[in-house]
Every structure is written in structure tokens, then in C-alpha cells.
């Protein structure tokens, strides 16, 4: 099975010169925009007269040479022995260059792509073609062994042949496959279809030595920890959705909040909210993350601070309203 991008009309591009659209569309006849676009095309090439009027469907000699000299005294082509050719002056060139460039980043993008559709889109084994390379080749021996002790039985063939296209088409060594196969069955992720999906998503982050595979597995395993204390802590039994599992990314990766930072927050949020909500979790360690707090004791510093301010100011206001009574009591006994 093969792959292309199709590329329709911008498989065939040439530059035109900013110039003649800014400076000279206006005043261009046809036969002057006929002949330029079509010399453009062609800069790599000479052409006298009779091939230009042959080309361009110009009439006569006589409207060429005009079309030809409002060029020429533009410095946008050359004429020399009855032979025309573009100007290459320096804008040309500074566009040629840029053509250059997009056609390289056109051809990366497109090489990406295919790569990503051969990853995604492997062609179908038959039981005997997985067979026959199973025995041809010792990676893919080590690799199915290994896949049929953890599961403890023969691999079906819709297993063998999802693993054939971890082995052939993520192309991870096999020493990272062996250590996918072993990590996504210890936390019970032994769908061969979820293994699928996290190879491919390894070989695309270049995850392909034991090194880079051991610290990824760590950082999915203190993930899982994370989920795993909050679904406790917060007697949370559902599984988190993906925007709460990147809520809790947020926090503990880019706030670099503990565990039991996000907890208080979340005690909070009962408190004030009196549910649940990531949102307003969110907003309240956004707000401790601003202010520089890193622990419980300093939230609660700071708690106990306002409280105090507020009490402070309670009292206050109770003394002053007692003064004003005791003295409009004194002032009416002086009636009396």
C-alpha cells in the first residue's frame, strides 16, 4: 500500500516579483503581462521573438517589441541578440530563494504526514506471513515470547497481527517494546489496542532508548499515584475525564503543587461551592500560586491571619457603636 499527499495546483508554482504587481500593474497591457508571466515561467530559458509570439498568442513582431521594452526599461528582463530572458536581479533572486524554502518545508510536512499514515495504517497480515517473519526474525520472537507469558495463552490472530504493527511500523527496539508489553500490563492495561496506541505515541516522541522509556514509565506511574490518592481523598469513584486529568497536569506539573496542596483546595471548594469543581479548585491554587504559597501551613497562616483582621475589625466596630450608646444614654439622663 503506498501513500500521497496531493498537492493539486501548488505542485507547480513560479515567483512573480512583487514589483510588477505594486508598481506596474496598472500601466501593463495585456500583451506586456502575457509576456512577463510567461518569461517567468521559462527563467531558465532563452526565447527569440517568433517563439514568444508563438507562445503568448501574440499577433504581431510589432506588439511583442512593445510588450518586450516596457519590460526592458523596467530592468525586469534582458534583451541581447535577438534573445530575451528575466532580469535576475536581486529581488528575484531573494524570491527564487524563498520558493526554495517553502518547497523544503512543503516537502518535510508531506514526508511527516506520510509517516504518520504509515504508522497509523499498516497493511494486514495473514497468519502465515506472521508466522514466517516471527521465525525470520529474533526481535519479533523475543518480543511475541514475552507477549504470550503475560498473557499466559497463545496470542489470537487479531493480537498477532496488532503486534506485528507495533514491531514493524512504531519500530521501537526491542528491548522498549519488551519494556511497553511488561509496564501496560502491571497496571492492568493489557489491551493490545491500548498498547498499539501508546507505541505509536512513543516512536512519534522518539521514546526509542530504555533510558527515555524508564522515565516516561515514571512519570505515567506518579501520575497514577495522583489520580489514584485523589479518587480516595476526595471519595471521587468515577475515573477522571481528560479535562480533569489535565486540570491535575496543570497543577502538579506547571504550579508544581503537592498532592496535599490540591486537596486543600479542594476542601475549600466544598466549603464555599459546596460541591466539587475542578474549575474553582483551579482558580483557588491559581490564586495561591500567585501569591508565592507552596504548603498547607502557609494557607493557613494566612487564613488565620484574615480571620484575626476580621475579628479585629468586628470588635472595633462593636466598641464604637457601645461608646455611642453609653453616650447618648449619659446625655439624655443630663435632661432629666
Given at each position: 500500500m503506498g501513500y500521497k499527499m496531493n498537492m493539486g495546483l501548488w505542485s507547480s508554482v513560479f515567483a512573480v516579483p512583487s514589483k510588477i504587481?505594486?508598481?506596474n500593474l496598472k500601466l501593463a497591457g495585456e500583451d506586456a503581462l502575457k509576456v512577463i508571466l510567461y518569461l517567468l515561467?521559462?527563467?531558465?530559458?532563452?526565447?527569440?521573438?517568433s517563439e514568444l509570439m508563438n507562445a503568448t498568442g501574440i499577433k504581431s513582431a510589432e506588439r511583442l517589441c512593445d510588450a518586450l521594452n516596457f519590460w526592458s526599461e523596467r530592468n525586469l528582463i534582458n534583451i541581447e541578440d535577438e534573445n530575451i530572458f528575466p532580469q535576475a536581479n536581486d529581488e528575484i533572486k531573494a524570491i527564487e530563494k524563498q520558493v526554495e524554502q517553502a518547497e523544503i518545508k512543503i516537502n518535510n510536512q508531506i514526508n511527516a504526514s506520510v509517516s504518520k499514515v504509515e504508522l497509523s495504517r499498516p497493511p494486514r497480515y495473514s497468519p502465515q506471513e506472521i508466522s514466517r517473519k516471527v521465525k525470520e526474525s529474533n526481535r519479533s520472537q523475543q518480543v511475541f515470547l514475552l507477549a504470550e507469558k503475560l498473557y499466559g495463552r497463545p496470542l489470537k490472530h487479531s493480537e498477532q497481527q496488532i503486534l506485528m504493527e507495533i514491531i514493524e511500523y512504531a519500530s521501537l527496539p526491542?528491548?522498549?517494546?519488551?519494556?511497553?508489553?511488561?509496564?501496560?500490563?502491571?497496571?492492568?492495561?493489557t489491551s493490545l489496542h491500548y498498547i498499539h496506541k501508546t507505541a505509536i505515541s512513543w516512536a512519534e516522541e522518539?521514546?526509542?532508548?530504555?533510558?527515555?522509556?524508564?522515565?516516561?514509565?515514571?512519570?505515567i506511574r506518579n501520575e497514577?499515584?495522583?489520580?489514584?490518592?485523589?479518587?480516595?481523598?476526595?471519595e471521587y469513584n468515577s475515573v477522571f475525564s481528560k479535562k480533569q486529568k489535565e486540570y491535575i497536569s496543570t497543577w502538579t506539573k506547571k504550579l508544581n503543587f503537592s498532592v496535599k496542596m490540591i486537596l486543600a483546595a479542594y476542601q475549600i471548594t466544598l466549603d464555599n461551592a459546596g460541591k466539587l469543581s475542578f474549575n474553582y479548585m483551579n482558580k483557588v491554587l491559581e490564586n495561591w500560586y500567585s501569591k508565592g504559597y507552596t504548603t498547607v501551613e502557609q494557607v493557613q497562616a494566612e487564613s488565620e491571619k484574615r480571620k484575626a483582621e476580621k475579628q479585629q475589625e468586628n470588635d472595633s466596630s462593636f466598641n464604637v457603636d457601645e461608646l455611642e450608646?453609653?453616650?447618648l444614654d449619659k446625655y439624655r439622663r443630663s435632661d432629666d
Open positions: 504587481v505594486d508598481e515561467r521559462h527563467s531558465d530559458k532563452l526565447f527569440s521573438e526491542c528491548d522498549v517494546t519488551m519494556m511497553l508489553l511488561e509496564f501496560c500490563h502491571s497496571i492492568g492495561k522518539e521514546i526509542n532508548t530504555i533510558e527515555l522509556a524508564d522515565a516516561r514509565i515514571k512519570d497514577l499515584d495522583v489520580y489514584s490518592e485523589l479518587r480516595r481523598e476526595m450608646m453609653l453616650a
